[in-house]
Each structure stands twice: as C-alpha cells, then as structure tokens.
C-alpha cells in the first residue's frame, strides 16, 4: 500500500477502514476467479483501539484550539498594558498628524514582533525536538519513523501565528481608537477611574455583544439539531466527540464568566480574611483600590483561571482514557500476564510449577493457573473429529460446542471477577471451578447460560446432558452433570460468544477422559 504509515497514522479509523477496505477489494477484484480470503491483521489491533485514537485525536485538537484561546488572551493583556503605556505616546503623534490606520498599524506591527520571535525560535526547537523523538522511536519500536514537520504543518503553525496577535489586537486597538487627544496627553490626570460610565444611543453603534450572542446561539443550535443527529446516523464517533467536549467546553466557559458575578463579593471576603489586621480606613482603601482596578483584575482571573481548568480537564480526559483503555486490555485476557503454548502436545507442569514456585518470583508472581486447549483444536491436530456436541437425553435438541479444562484455582488469577454464575448448587464455600475438583463435583461440569437455556438445563433438578463426540467412523457419549452455570467471562478463552457461545468448562480430569489421554501428564497446556 503507498504511503501506509499516512494511512494507519491516520485518528480517525473509520477513515482508516475505509481506505484499507478499498484497496484490499481492488486487489480482489483485479484477481479475478481466484478464491482468494483477505486478511487485514494491522486493521484489526487497530479495531481494537480504535475509541483511543479518536479519543487522543479529538484532545488534540481541543488542546490546539484551547492553545490558541490561551494565547489571545496572553497577547490581549500584553497588548492592553502596552497601549496604556504608550497612550501619552500615541496622543502626541495624533496631535501631529497621525490618522487612525496608522494608529491601527502601529499596534498591529508592535503585536506581531511577538510572533516573529516566536516562529524563529519555535520551528527549529520543533524540528530539533522531533528528531530526537523520531531516534527515541526508532530504537524502542525498532522501526524507522521519521517525524518531520510537513509542509501543511508549517504553513497551519504560520497563519495560526500571525492570526493570533491580529485578534488579540482588536480590543486595544478599539481602546487606542477611543482616547480623547486631550486626555491621553494630559500627564497629571490618572487614567485609572473608579467609576466608568458609557452612552450607548441606538442605530449609532454596532451592537458587538448582541451580534455574539446571537452568532454563539446560532453555532449552538446548529450544533445540536444538525451535526447531532448527523453524527448519530452516520455513527461519526469522531463527530459526536467534538460535539461532546465543545459542550463541555462551553460549559467550562460558562462557569468562568458567572464567576465575575461573585468577584466583587470574593474580593471583599479575601480582603476580610486576609488584612484584618489593618486599621478600618486602610482596609477601606485597598476595597477601593481593587474595585478600580477590577477590569485588569478581571482579566487577570480569566487567563488563570481558563489556563488552570484547561490543564486540568486535559490531564483528568487523558488519565480516565488511559486507564479506561488499560482495563480493557486487562479484560481481554483478564490476567496481567497470559503466555500461550504454541505445542499441541502440551507441557510439563512441573518445570513450570518449580519455577513459578521459586522464591525470586514470589514477590512477583502471587499466583498462576493453566488453562488448555480446546477438546476440538486438540483433536484435530493428531485424528479428525466432526463435531462435539450437547444434547437433551432424549437427543431432540444438538448443539455444537468446545470444551476447555482449567485448573482449581483459575478464578483467584483473573483480574476482573469477570465469570458471574447464574446457577449453582451448594459448593460449601469453594468456588464454581474449585467444586470441580471435590469428590462430589468430579464428574460435573460448568456450561454456559446459551446452553443451559437451549437445552432446559437446571442444577437443582434437570442437571444432565448427553456430550457427543462425533468421530468419521464412530461416536462416543457421555452424560455430564451440570454443577454450574456462568451467565458472563468476558476475556476468559471459553466466554468467546461470537462464534460458539455454547462453551463447556471440565476439569483436567474430565478432559482427559474425554480426549482419551493415559494420564494428566498429556493435557494440553
């Protein structure tokens, strides 16, 4: 496939799908009559993770934007203490002659030497950071990826660069605009106020604050009556995503601004708190003094505030997602450890028991459990047999089904206690698997909830079954009890629903009985 590493790079793995599924059906088709199977085993491990990466992609993408948020109101509050610095300045060169587009460029070109710096010294640390990252990559996987920034990479970081200082520049520039020449030249006067009154006449101003609320309750609704329903008839998980964290941040931002309703009252407590110790006209003066500077205060409390929540639900998505994609891998295989015998003939249990038994790895190992094959795998390896399968006694009702033996202690290995019994007779304490294993359950057997339902099976009265293994030439029967029925074993090797749900559990006594071995020496591991 050309340029596969862009193909499963791709986040997004429906995309991913659909471009693999495409070129594979193109290779069938081209081949013609040949009764060909496709395999695609990379897109299956990305099945399988598929929620992670559409999850990580779609955090990015909020981090960029939240980047982004974060960086306007960075420059703005470094823009707004620049214009009021030089407000002196500025009313001086308009007494001069200074109309307002060059006032306007004035600020905009002192915004941009920001960003100037900024790119100089930012593509090169990335493309220095990305090649150390990309030898760290090569020496972990083994694999030669390398992580240059591509060309739609450079010019995205670029024009979000200069965007940057050009929104941050709107506000001041507004402000600069709308300084009186007098007052902005008059060196005595303090340009702080403590109350600040404005004249609003309609149809003379353009009414910014209503044209956004309106614009962010139009996107809204958009969001919700359109691209909500869209996503869920197209099952876009990525979609609905973007929608789900735009909520959210929505959200965030909402608690934000209804923040600033409490600040006066916030204020008032923490200087209460905090300088009691002052006399009541010094204490009445630093009120005063946070009411006039309650704007600057205010901004102040926005970048921080908005800095902290970002970092926090970043840190918080990303751990749950983690830890969320971590436990299910372990329910996968429901242990931390699974290590697989690829040789049919079994082995030898006590090398393995000796050295899992060693005292090195006691503080590692807290405990172990075997699990064999399973009957129809083995069997077919050495003589062929048809089928295996569970009827009534009365032989109307046949299903087919595989059957596993595992070891006393298979449950106190799992990591998830993810085998639920539905039914079960009275195991005197001992679990479903170790009543296996006692002089009354030996020759009984745990089968699954389809079974038990298909073939009227009840442990307390109706408990046994007719086992049938259907060889070319010949057919052996057993009749097996029921001790137990497990209703759920999701990562077990016996709860593989999809294709048998019908699994029986023995154990490897009533394995070997059934596969016909000289002794427990031969069950296949």
């Given amino acids: 496939m050309p340029n596969r590493t862009e193909v499963y790079g791709e986040v997004n793995f429906d995309v991913v799908s659909q471009q693999v599924s495409s070129f594979s059906t193109d290779i069938v088709e081209k081949l013609g009559v040949y009764a060909i199977q496709p395999s695609q085993p990379i897109l299956y491990l990305l099945f399988r993770m598929n929620y992670f990466g559409m999850f990580i992609g779609v955090i990015l993408k909020l981090i960029v934007f939240s980047l982004f948020c974060l960086s306007v109101l960075m420059m703005y509050n470094m823009m707004m203490i620049g214009v009021e610095s030089k407000n002196f300045d500025f009313g001086m060169l308009r007494t001069v002659g200074m109309n307002r587009k060059s006032l306007m460029l004035a600020v905009l070109v002192d915004s941009l030497k920001y960003v100037v710096v900024a790119n100089l010294m930012g593509f090169p640390v990335s493309y220095g950071t990305l090649k150390i990252v990309s030898s760290i990559f090569t020496k972990f996987f083994g694999f030669d990826y ?85 996503s869920l008839v197209d099952q876009n998980v990525g979609l609905l995503l973007i929608i789900f964290f735009t909520l959210l941040i929505g959200l965030l931002l909402g608690l934000v601004i209804l923040t600033y309703s409490f600040q006066y009252v916030l204020e008032r407590g923490v200087a209460y708190l905090t300088l009691f110790w002052l006399k009541a006209a010094d204490l009445s003066l630093v009120i005063k003094n946070l009411s006039a500077h309650r704007e600057k205060n205010r901004r102040a409390a926005l970048l921080y505030s908005l800095s902290v929540s970002f970092i926090v639900f970043v840190s918080v998505g990303i751990s749950i997602q983690i830890q969320t994609i971590y436990n299910e891998l372990l329910k996968q295989h429901s242990c931390y450890l699974e290590i697989n015998n690829q040789n049919y003939r079994g082995v030898d249990r006590s090398f393995y028991d000796e050295l899992f038994n060693n005292p090195e790895f006691k503080p590692v190992i807290k405990d172990y459990s075997y699990v064999t094959y399973s009957l129809q795998n083995y069997l077919n390896r050495f003589e062929r047999v048809q089928s295996i399968q569970a009827s009534d006694k009365a032989r ?45 359950g030996q020759n009984t057997c745990i089968v699954s909830s389809y079974l038990a339902e298909k073939l009227n099976i009840d442990v307390q009265g109706n408990n046994q079954f007719l086992l049938t293994l259907n060889w070319p030439t ?52």
Avoid: W
Avoid at 159 to 175: E, T
Avoid at 407 to 430: D, I, M, R
């Fill in 146 to 230: 390398v992580l240059v920034p591509t060309f739609d990479a450079v010019a995205i970081a670029a024009v979000v660069g200069f965007l940057v200082p050009m929104v941050a520049s709107f506000v001041p520039i507004r402000v600069a605009l709308g300084e009186k020449i007098i007052e902005s030249i008059n060196p005595v006067r303090n340009k702080t106020v403590a109350i600040k009154h404005e004249t609003y006449i309609e149809g003379r101003q353009f009414p910014l604050s209503r044209f956004l609320f309106g614009l962010l309750s139009c996107s809204i609704g958009f969001m919700i009556f359109y691209l909500l329903p869209q």
């Fill in 396 to 440: 109307q009702f046949f299903l087919n089904n595989d059957i596993y033996g595992v070891s006393p202690n298979f449950l106190k290995t799992l990591y998830f206690q993810n085998f639920e019994v539905s039914q079960t007779v009275s195991t005197n304490g001992l679990d479903p698997i170790e009543y296996l294993y006692t002089e009354q």
């Fill in 474 to 525: 010949s057919s052996h029967r057993f009749v097996k009890n029921v001790s137990s029925v497990f209703a759920k074993g999701a990562g077990l090797p016996f709860s593989s629903f999809m294709f048998l749900p019908s699994s029986i559990v023995v154990p490897f006594e009533g394995f070997a009985e059934l596969a016909n071995l000289p002794s427990l020496k031969h069950v296949p591991i």
